[in-house]
């Protein structure tokens, strides 16, 4: 866990506690059907924290889940966050995946623009 202030016109960090992923047994997201940024992370004693916004929350669970499938592949749980968003596999669950989305609506809204304005005998 990493404590952010300014100084000057600086931006200063310190380390203030570690945990190793091996030791995380769970990440409890608290409400999958709400918009918010709290989170529990479950280790041999359970802390609460608070995220930037409820989309890093779900970016910290997926690159958790990430390392975890790539070094640990142990039995780590992610409970109380909307699938949808949390599976890498949809095309909704990134943020750098927005131009995506963008495109396949427009896509989809010009094939219903042209087929509203062809004529059909």
């Known amino acids: 866990m990493v404590k952010h202030w300014r100084a000057d016109r600086e931006d200063k960090y310190e380390i203030v506690e570690k945990w190793f992923l091996k030791d995380l047994e769970m990440i409890d ?24 916004s409820c989309a890093s929350k779900y970016t910290f669970a997926r690159t958790l889940n990430k390392l975890n499938a790539m070094y640990l592949k142990k039995d780590f749980k992610i409970v109380n966050f909307d699938d949808t968003y949390l599976n890498d596999d949809s095309i909704w669950s990134s943020s750098n995946r927005d131009f995506l989305v963008v495109m396949r609506v427009c896509f989809y809204a010009s094939n219903l623009l042209c087929l509203s304005l062809c004529r059909f005998s």
């Open 29 to 52: 997201g608290k409400e999958a059907d709400t918009d918010n940024p709290y989170f529990d992370m479950h280790f041999h004693k359970v802390y609460n924290m608070e995220a930037y």
